[in-house]
């Protein structure tokens, strides 16, 4: 992280999967990431041994693990010499359903996470229920290929999304 942040003026976001540990661990991470020049990091509620969002057979913490991931990565943000952004992901969507996935997003808005990130939303309509249930900046992950339609920036903005990764 310090050697692209030295190198490049561009706000770096960092992708910590599951944070790397416990509450100890995930603060350590995120004070980590904020001496070496990182704007954010992204942090998922999967277990340890993590599949990409787009891929079958994802496993993910209880609410209340991941609501400890928050709040640990939260308060260590609030420490530094400056803000950097906590981005809290959910697979709930594969393994729960879109109820639960949203939900889990409502509360980590209420913990302070930064940006909302539902992944992997199959169809435009769950991308729209999204963007209207989950309040804050919410990021949409477009893998050729993966299970979200691959819309353009604009058509992602209409829905009502804030960033896009391609």
């Not at 995930?26 to 340890?48: C, S």
């Not at 993910?60 to 609501?67: A, D, H, L, P, W």
């Not at 992997?120 to 991308?127: G, L, N, Q, R, V």
């Amino acid at each position: 992280v310090q050697r692209i942040t030295s190198a490049c003026d561009l706000p770096l976001m960092v992708d910590i999967d599951t944070g790397w540990g416990g509450a100890f661990n995930i603060a350590k991470t995120i004070r980590d990431m904020e001496k070496a020049g990182a704007a954010a990091v992204h942090m998922e509620d999967q277990v340890a041994q993590k599949r990409c969002g787009h891929r079958p057979n994802k496993e993910i913490v209880s609410t209340e693990e991941m609501v400890d991931r928050i709040k640990a990565a939260v308060d260590a943000s609030k420490f530094g010499d400056k803000d950097i952004l906590i981005m809290a992901r959910t697979d709930a969507n594969h393994t729960h359903g879109i109820k639960e996935a949203i939900e889990r997003a409502q509360i980590f808005h209420e913990l302070g996470s930064d940006i909302l990130f539902v992944e992997a939303p199959k169809p435009e309509d769950e991308m729209r229920l999204i963007c209207q249930e989950v309040p804050g900046c919410k990021i949409a992950n477009i893998v050729e290929g993966g299970l979200t339609p691959n819309l353009s920036m604009k058509e992602l903005e209409d829905i009502g999304y804030n960033m896009a990764v391609y």
